[in-house]
């Protein structure tokens, strides 16, 4: 089994920033793709960024120029840095990724979320 614990959200005013974090525990042989969707109330859960090993970070049109993410394979973490948040990007965010166990099965985890509320 593996865990995925999100963290960094939190409220926030417009124009500011945050961090956010997602720590994958576990039966871990290798991680592949990661990614950040997002969920707002009455809305469908959205890709935010996506980061795959060895090629370009792939980010949503909505949040290019503004998102950032990261990964520390080192220590099983996988990063969004959010600037310039904007009442929009309010919604839970959560992490995705898709891990192979050392029994050599590829299997997609997801976290409990972490909400984010821009508002001023």
């Known amino acids: 089994q593996v865990q995925l614990v999100e963290s960094g959200g939190g409220l926030v005013r417009p124009g500011g920033s945050l961090r956010l974090s997602c720590v994958a525990s576990?039966?871990?042989?290798?991680?592949?793709?990661v990614d950040w969707y997002r969920q707002a109330p009455g809305k469908q859960r959205e890709l935010v960024a996506r980061?795959?090993?060895?090629?370009?970070?792939h980010y949503a049109d909505s949040v290019k120029g503004r998102f950032t993410i990261s990964r520390d394979n080192a220590k099983n973490t996988v990063h969004l840095q959010m600037n310039s948040l904007k009442p929009e990007d309010t919604a839970v965010y959560y992490c995705?990724?898709?891990?192979?166990?050392?029994?050599?099965?590829?299997?997609?985890?997801w976290g409990h979320g972490t909400q984010v509320t821009v508002s001023s």
């Open positions: 980061i795959i090993k060895d090629s370009d970070p």
């Open positions: 995705n990724a898709d891990v192979t166990g050392d029994d050599h099965v590829l299997r997609v985890y």
């Open positions: 576990g039966n871990i042989f290798t991680i592949d793709n």
